[in-house]
C-alpha cells in the first residue's frame, strides 16, 4: 500500500493497481449513519482495512458500497452503537472477529456471503438472526457465541464446516435445523444453550459427545 491519506472522514492507502483500502473512519455526532463512498479521490475503494471502525462508540449503522471486495480482521470490533451493517454481493467472507464485542448489532445484511471466520459475531448480545444463507460453506469457531437473542438458527445445505462452540452460549436459543452438508457437529457446538428443545439434522453422521453440554430442555434430537 504506498502510504495513508485523508479525505474528510476517511483514512485511506492506494494499492498498485490505484484501488483505495480504507483504514479507519472518524465517525461524528452528526453522522452516525455512515454510507461507505464507492470512490474516494479517484480511487474505487475496494476494500475495508483490519479495525477500520475498532471500537468507535458513536457509529450506528453502515452501508458497503458494491465495489468493496473485502472486509478485513476486527474491522468493526467492539462497535458499541452499531445496530445495523448492508454488505453488498461482492463480500463472501465475514472474516474473524469482524463484529466480535458488537452488543447492540441487530441485523445485518449479506447476500454474498461464503464463509463466517472464528469469533465473527461473538458476543453480539442483540443479534435477532445468524446471516446464514444457501451458499456459505464455513462457520468458524465461536462464530456466534454469546449471541443471546437468536432464537432460531437454520444451517444451509451448502454448510461444510462448523467450528467448536460455533453456537455456544446463545441463551435464548429454541430450535435447530442443520442441513444436509455437516456430517457432524463439533465439540460444544451448542454448549449452555439451556433453552434449546429441538434440533433436526436427519442427515447427520456423528455427534461429539460434548457437542450438546447443558442443553438441559433438548426435547427433539433428530439424527440421521
Known amino acids: 500500500m504506498l502510504g495513508e491519506l485523508r479525505h474528510g472522514m476517511w483514512k485511506y492507502g492506494v494499492l498498485e493497481d490505484g484501488s483505495a483500502v480504507i483504514t479507519s473512519a472518524m465517525v461524528t455526532v452528526g453522522d452516525r449513519d455512515v454510507i461507505v463512498p464507492p470512490v474516494i479521490e479517484g480511487h474505487p475503494v475496494t476494500a475495508l482495512g483490519e479495525y477500520c471502525f475498532f471500537g468507535d462508540e458513536l457509529v450506528r449503522s453502515v452501508i458497503v458500497p458494491s465495489t468493496v471486495t473485502r472486509i478485513d480482521v476486527a474491522c468493526f470490533e467492539k462497535c458499541a452503537s452499531l445496530v445495523r451493517v448492508t454488505l ?13 464485542g458488537c452488543v447492540k448489532l441487530v441485523s445485518i445484511e449479506a447476500p454474498g456471503l461464503r464463509s463466517i471466520g472464528m469469533l465473527a459475531f461473538f458476543g453480539c448480545t442483540s443479534l435477532l438472526e445468524a446471516p446464514l444463507i444457501e451458499g456459505i460453506v464455513g462457520i468458524g469457531e465461536a462464530a456466534f457465541c454469546g449471541c443471546e437473542e437468536l432464537e432460531h438458527v437454520r444451517i444451509p445445505n451448502s454448510c461444510q464446516h462448523l467450528g467448536d462452540v460455533s453456537f ?22 451448542f454448549e449452555w444453550c439451556r433453552h434449546l428443545e429441538r434440533i433436526d439434522a436427519p442427515h447427520l453422521k456423528e455427534l461429539d459427545d460434548w457437542a450438546l453440554i447443558d442443553c438441559v430442555a433438548l426435547r427433539s434430537l433428530d439424527l440421521g
Open 88 to 100: 453488498p454481493e461482492s463480500v463472501q467472507i465475514i472474516p474473524e472477529r469482524c463484529f466480535e
Open 168 to 189: 455456544g452460549r446463545c441463551a435464548n436459543l429454541q430450535s435447530v435445523v442443520i442441513g444436509t452438508g455437516l456430517p457432524s457437529i463439533p465439540s460444544s457446538c
